[in-house]
């Protein structure tokens, strides 16, 4: 009995040898290219796993350079090119019988062009281009943007999105990725399925909208537009008109100035150091309201009601409606169940 379980016993290790041993996958480059397009303006770019990384071209040429990695020696693996107007780059792999396999490309673009580029799981990085449109497109990859001027276009299932330093209209739309949009020239519109949204240091409109996910908005000079089914919206240090609507989610504005139009189902409405530049309009069903208004009591009219709660405006209070004040500015307050206080 001891020498069978001797002999087991070296059976198992020589089985754990020879996994080690078939895991250290050995992977050799299987193709490349290395090119040079003139006379292009668009680009079609279609490489699945490989990574890619853009810059500016110092000519009026697309510079194409690119190697695929595998465990599999095959010629099955190719860059397929098409040097027509739009040229297009993609890529041929073998249907089966690898186990790992990756690519990199690096690709210098001129000025004036568009690129349009598809990818599943590589990592996208453009830097330092000048009048470009880029329109990406990935369903797990990556995707990072520092400092371009042009139109950018970013489409991701699952990828964090971080965009820095970017001037001119962006457009971000994830499921489940993060997006992170800092220091940015120009209109800026962001979707999101379940992946938070955060935004700070924008000269331009912002627009947001969101399913279950939450929202920091913060440093916007220009008008700001969020809508979110179940999230919070936080919106800081911004001048601009402010049009919220949530469901099921808070909503908090702090040093903010300009219109105020917020409406909400379930969830409480707070704002601190609030300067409104015209009449506002602060609604919720089952939420509160609780908003500290900088401009003097003279400038406002409030116009409030409720179906059941006390209502409360610069220390004078009343359950269910209160009207007061002479001035140009309407604080319109709206509740159903929820208490309401400005001070």
Same mark, same amino acid.
């Given at each position: 009995m001891r020498l069978k379980n001797i002999y087991c016993i070296v059976l198992l290790l020589l089985s754990f040898s020879f996994i080690s041993v078939n895991s250290q996958t050995v992977v050799s &480059?299987?193709?490349?290219?290395?090119?040079?397009?003139?006379? !292009?303006?668009v680009l079609d770019l279609d490489i699945q796993f490989c990574k890619i990384d853009i810059t500016q071209s110092t000519t009026n040429s697309f510079s194409i350079k690119g190697t695929l990695m595998s465990d599999k020696l095959s010629e099955e693996?190719?860059?397929?090119?098409?040097?027509?107007n739009p040229a297009t780059l993609s890529l041929k792999t073998p249907a089966s019988g690898w186990q790992s396999h990756h690519g990199e490309l690096v690709l210098e673009v001129p000025k004036n062009v568009v690129v349009n580029i598809k990818t599943t799981s590589g990592l996208v990085h453009a830097s330092d281009l000048?009048?470009?449109?880029l329109n990406i497109s990935t369903r797990s990859g990556n995707v990072d943007l520092t400092t371009i001027n042009g139109t950018v276009s970013v489409e991701s299932a699952s990828g964090v !999105?971080?965009?820095?330093n970017v001037a001119g209209d962006l457009q971000v739309k994830t499921k489940s990725g993060a997006q992170f949009i800092d220091k940015h020239v120009g209109k800026v519109n962001c979707e999101s399925t379940?992946?938070?949204?955060?935004?700070?240091? !924008?000269?331009?409109?912002? &627009?947001?909208?969101?399913?279950?996910?939450?929202?920091?908005?913060?440093?916007?000079?220009?008008?700001?537009?969020?809508?979110?089914?179940?999230?919070?919206?936080?919106?800081s240090d911004s001048n601009g008109n402010i049009e919220v609507v949530t469901f099921a989610g808070g909503i908090k504005l702090y040093k903010t100035t300009g219109i105020a139009n917020l409406q909400s189902t379930i969830g409480d409405q707070v704002g601190g150091?609030?300067?409104?530049?015209?009449?506002?309009?602060?609604?919720?069903?089952?939420?509160?309201? &609780?908003?500290q208004i900088e401009n003097s009591t003279d400038l406002l009219t409030f116009d409030l009601q409720s179906t059941s709660a006390y209502i409360q405006a610069r220390g004078t209070s009343k359950k269910k409606k209160l009207k007061m004040g002479k001035g140009s500015i309407v604080v319109q307050g709206m509740s159903t169940t929820g208490g309401q206080v400005y001070n």
């Open positions: &480059k299987v193709a490349s290219i290395d090119t040079l397009l003139s006379n !292009i303006q693996y190719k860059f397929v090119l098409s040097n027509s000048n009048q470009t449109t !999105i971080r965009s820095s379940e992946g938070d949204i955060t935004i700070s240091d !924008i000269a331009g409109g912002v &627009k947001t909208e969101s399913t279950v996910a939450n929202q920091t908005i913060q440093r916007v000079q220009g008008n700001i537009h969020s809508k979110a089914v179940n999230g919070n919206i936080k919106i150091r609030i300067e409104l530049t015209g009449s506002s309009l602060f609604k919720t069903t089952e939420g509160k309201i &609780k908003m």
